[in-house]
């Protein structure tokens, strides 16, 4: 989807349409730009500034503060669309999914009817305001190179044959997935182009950079690694939550009530998806520096309050009592919760508690029963919608697709 954050505040009210629109976390003098609207863009805007820069740029921008269920909803109602067309679905992020058309479509000719027709259906079913843009390859990878030609609204068909053209004289770092640092490395054996990293033996860049440096190449090479499958997909490696406080504080009454907040966002993604997590960690800013530490759970935990002991455990070890600018808590070492009881404690009876909450709170609303902890943090840590690595599930017509958002 294309400025899809912006997008769907402009399909949401009309009065935003043609107007530079800014998405934020949150809203401030020197909130960072999380999205902006194709108009916001033309005039050099990016994602990344700060809004005070935004508002030299363009001062009659309007910033908004993102929306998560306006974005997941939206979301939602394309991927019923997608339904339609093909059950091996893969949702890279909350606006990017990859569509194995594998036996649906008898080839490239129908395959391009087939992408202009969901992009017809998304405009009247969900939002005449929104726009997509989409690759269409024989590998995940190059379709999603093809979607980032043209933008917005662009549909390319990228072939193996055409690759030495499309590359030809395109930095190496025009492609996904590299970076500065690939970039650097790369550059050590003289690779600055696609087309040059295309005609680069294989056996030496695997020498020079292991495994890695192969699958690069095979990336750019159109070589298939692995289709769209999200029932195939291994549980997430970690779940996790941050803050930026507001106002920054040293008071360690207001740290552990943001921290107790966040222990429950990570607490009820972890029961929602039956996992349980061996180690918790705890990263924190102070105003030039930042610092985290991890500690071992005696057993496996997935309760709010017991991921809080071991978050807060971690914390008090590191913590040197300066001012905090921000605070993230987050589970490592996940597993599937298991039936077994412990002998050290009444894991069934904790279970059947916090699903007792959990329920109450997803048919009344957040924090409709929250910890006496977490009294007075209305406002501090809300919902956020991101980008990567998530365990939410989107459901479609009774399919369920895998979501990745990084929170």
């Excluded at 056996?203 to 192969?214: A, D, E, M, Q, V």
């Amino acid at each position: 989807m294309n400025s899809y954050f912006a997008s769907v505040e402009q399909q949401a009210n009309p009065f935003l349409r043609g107007r530079p629109v800014a998405i934020c976390s949150r809203i401030s003098r020197n909130a960072c730009i999380i999205a902006c609207s194709v108009e916001a863009k033309k005039l050099g805007i990016k994602t990344g500034f700060s809004l005070s820069e935004a508002k030299e740029v363009a001062p009659s921008i309007v910033a908004l503060e993102v929306d998560p269920p306006k974005v997941r909803n939206t979301t939602k109602s394309i991927f019923a669309i997608f339904a339609d067309y093909t059950s091996a679905i893969e949702a890279y992020s909350i606006d990017e999914a990859f569509l194995d058309l594998s036996g649906h479509v008898p080839d490239l000719e129908a395959a391009r009817k087939l992408a202009l027709t969901i992009k017809e259906r998304i405009k009247n079913e969900v939002g005449d305001w929104l726009r997509c843009s989409i690759g269409i390859a024989p590998t995940r990878w190059l379709a999603k190179f093809a979607g980032e030609l043209q933008k917005p609204d662009g549909l390319t068909i990228l072939r193996i044959e055409d690759l030495s053209r499309v590359y030809a004289g395109r930095a190496v770092d025009e492609a996904w997935g590299i970076a500065d640092g690939w970039k650097a490395r790369l550059g050590t054996l003289g690779i600055e182009t696609l087309d040059q990293l295309l005609k680069y033996d294989p056996l030496k860049l695997k020498r020079r950079f292991g495994i890695s440096g192969y699958l690069l190449w095979a990336d750019i090479a159109g070589i298939d690694l692995g289709r769209a499958a999200p029932d195939e997909k291994q549980p997430p490696k970690s779940i996790g939550h941050s803050y930026v406080f507001h106002r920054r504080t040293d008071d360690p009454k207001q740290i552990s009530a943001i921290m107790m907040k966040l222990c429950e966002r990570v607490g009820v993604r972890l029961r929602k998806n039956g996992l349980e997590a061996k180690r918790i960690g705890v990263g924190w800013c102070y105003e030039e520096s930042g610092t985290g530490n991890n500690v071992r759970c005696f057993d496996p935990v997935f309760e709010s309050y017991d991921i809080f002991s071991a978050a807060w455990r971690a914390f008090c070890a590191g913590w040197n009592r300066r001012t905090v600018t921000s605070l993230a808590v987050t589970a490592l070492e996940l597993a599937p919760t298991v039936a077994q009881t412990s002998i050290f404690s009444d894991k069934t009876k904790r279970q059947n508690i916090s699903a007792a909450l959990d329920a109450v709170n997803g048919r009344y609303g957040d924090y409709t029963v929250i910890r006496g902890q977490m009294w007075g943090t209305n406002g501090y840590a809300p919902d956020r919608v991101g980008f990567r690595q998530s365990v939410e599930a989107i459901r479609a017509d009774e399919k369920i697709f895998t979501t990745n958002e990084n929170y």
